[in-house]
């Protein structure tokens, strides 16, 4: 079936199976690989939005077909597309503004008459110079682009014209730039679904189910989202999705939250399909305490059974987690802790919580069958040294010990790479936070993500912390909380050596690197790097922790078959 809309997922560097480049551990706290292969939430949205209206959408995600099969010809794949109205490319994350705009001169070749439109919080803060590129048609500003791209398919299939589009930039037929007006910024998300039903259609009807994976391993380990909110009320300052870059860029003055009752329904809505861990995105506590009091009761009627995981900003009163074990059996929490100084952690935007106040928290969620807690912390934020990074270890000790050595705390640390996000407080006031920018022109990031290491692909350099010691300073902290880890028995020695082995090994390999940069030129140290792929491949993947130390427990029948086959014969086409 030939459809309007081809959502098009690109990897972060295109060639990425022909490049030598030493990722490192950017992405291992996040489900996918190195390459992001994970596609944006939106897709999802939009695609089920755009059906609800009457046009058909396809996502293809391109860079897991590349990570499955390293035969997998992108052109030859592009070129045999049937040509729709419109094609869509992400570039929401800034780490594929190499990939996405190599895919974007692909679909040009094979398919020029065909627009292609560019969408995501990158695309919104780089708009007027993402559509100077000769393969970008147009670009869709702002969070909630549902309404908006369906006023443009109108558009395309003949009824209207490009200037009634809200939020879109594009180029008039002399190829200049059209900047339409911001004015679609939702106050609500009543118009949004998300029960992933479209998607299991969507497999159906183009009988592809590798495009539609978010990332590598998914259909092991099925993790799927709920989606709290748009905007966000704090300023942490190297946040891209921060208070201050959505009034500034996003045209979002406040959050746009999820009616508690909708939340609550569809949490139970996804649990009628699937058994899989079920993650709440945004902290629900950004709305108030009624919030979280009515989402609560909401989802006290549907008896999820499901693994229900909550991201918090800061932690949480005592009293919620009474009412969290009392509605679901099965529930874990994360919170991005960012650093163990209060001081580093108060100027980068989580302050208004003491290390006590913190371990009260912590102590509650436990004792209420809090199954898994993990804590999250960086390193290259703003003021931080490298004895700031290191003092991690003998805080999270400290930690363990104030909660008798729990092994449900599982505690991370990985670094603020590869970029600064543009339009944080941080990328817009450097050395008010104590950094220097390589660039912050979206030309010079693309270029940046094809450097050899994850040393040299960030966009910032810290006045407190050089680059060789944050890459020091990371590796070093991991080796200690992977040692802790195993010490109260948070993961088991075999996972403990493994790790150990992998870092100490990582670290080899950027050491070999940087003997490579410093000692060659251009074509000696391509032939030099190359000699590397295959290490700098393996060790940019699991390092500072285990990829599965990630996982929420699920159970092994991850999906209710025959509610989906139910639905797919009841809603078919």
Known sequence: MKADLIFLHAPSVYDFRQRSIMFGPVSDLVPSTPVFEMYPIGFSV?????????????????????????????EKFIASLSSPLLFGIDLHWLPHAHGSLEVAEIVKKHHPKVPIIFGGFSSSYFYSELIQYPQVDMVMRGDSTEEPMRILLEVLKGRGSLNEVPNLVYKDKEGN?????FTYVPKELDHINLDYSFVMRSVMRYRDLISHLPFINWWEYPIV????????????????????????????????FREPRELARDIRKIANYMRSPIFILGDIFQAGEDYVLEFLSEAEKFKVKNQVAFEFFTPPPLWFYERLDRIFPHWSMEISLESADKEVRKKFGKGGFSNSDLIESL??????????????????????????????V???????????????????ISPMAPFLDPGSLAFE?????????????????????????????????????????????????ALGLNALKEKYGAVDEATARHVEKRIKKAREVMERIDEIVEKFE??????????????MERYSMSTVCEKRELQWKHPLQRFKVLKIAAMLISRHG
């Open 46 to 74: 939009l695609g089920d939005y755009l059906e609800r209206s009457g046009f058909k959408t396809r996502t293809v995600n391109l860079a897991i077909r590349m990570l499955k099969d390293l035969s997998f010809d992108v």
């Open 429 to 477: 006031n450097p050395e008010s936070y104590g950094y220097r920018l390589k660039t912050n022109t979206l030309e010079g990031h693309r270029q940046l993500l094809t450097q050899p290491s994850w040393k040299y692909i960030m966009n910032y350099e810290s006045f407190y912390l050089k680059p060789d010691e944050l890459v020091d300073s990371t590796y070093e902290a």
């Open 177 to 181: 730039m059209v900047v339409n007006q």
């Open 225 to 256: 989202a709920a989606l709290s909110c748009r905007g966000c009320t704090k300023n942490c300052a190297t946040c891209g999705g921060s208070s201050y870059f959505f009034r500034n860029f996003m045209n979002r003055k406040e959050p746009a």
């Open 363 to 392: 102590k509650a969620a436990l004792l209420h069958n809090c199954e898994r807690l993990d804590l999250y912390f960086m390193t290259g934020i703003p003021f931080q040294t490298k004895e700031s990074v290191l003092r991690t």
């Open 394 to 412: 003998p805080f999270v000790d400290e930690l363990y010990r104030s909660l008798n050595g729990d092994h449900r705390l599982l505690v991370f």
């Open 522 to 535: 251009a074509e000696e140290r391509n032939k030099q790097l190359a000699s590397l792929k295959r290490d």
